[in-house]
């Protein structure tokens, strides 16, 4: 069964960096999407950045595209989002997520997401 296991996560000073981790098993094969998605207090759950883990495809949120890096390492099973110039709106609940996809574009949106990790808390402090 696919796990996906978040971390990295904490407090930071605005226009600092975080670079949060994922770790994932579980993968039967390599057409699959992955990505970040965040959620605060009181909004929807919305898009950070997203990549296929056998093209490397990319797709970002205009509100984070300038700052934030989505990467992945294959041979580890990782994740990862450099997070930097961070604000405090940056401050959320954030969560890796993973589906099988075939196409090069992975979706950006969380609906079309099924797997999921607990999530790991960031918080950006003036």
């Known amino acids: 069964q696919v796990q996906l296991v978040e971390s990295g996560g904490g407090s930071a000073q605005a226009g600092g960096s975080l670079r949060l981790s994922c770790a994932t098993s579980?993968?039967?094969?390599?057409?699959?999407?992955v990505g970040w998605f965040r959620q605060a207090p009181g909004k929807e759950r919305e898009v950070v950045a997203v990549?296929?883990?056998?093209?490397?495809?990319?797709t970002y949120a205009d509100s984070v595209k300038a700052r934030f890096t989505i990467s992945k390492d294959n041979a580890k099973n990782t994740l990862y989002l450099e997070m930097n110039s961070l604000s405090p709106e940056d401050t959320a609940m954030y969560y890796c997520?993973?589906?099988?996809?075939?196409?090069?574009?992975?979706?950006?949106?969380?609906?079309?997401?099924?797997?999921w990790g607990q999530g790991t808390q960031v918080t950006v402090s003036s």
């Open positions: 990549i296929n883990r056998s093209y490397d495809t990319t």
């Open positions: 997520a993973a589906q099988s996809w075939y196409s090069l574009t992975c979706p950006a949106t969380a609906s079309a997401y099924t797997y």
């Open positions: 579980g993968f039967t094969n390599n057409e699959i999407c």
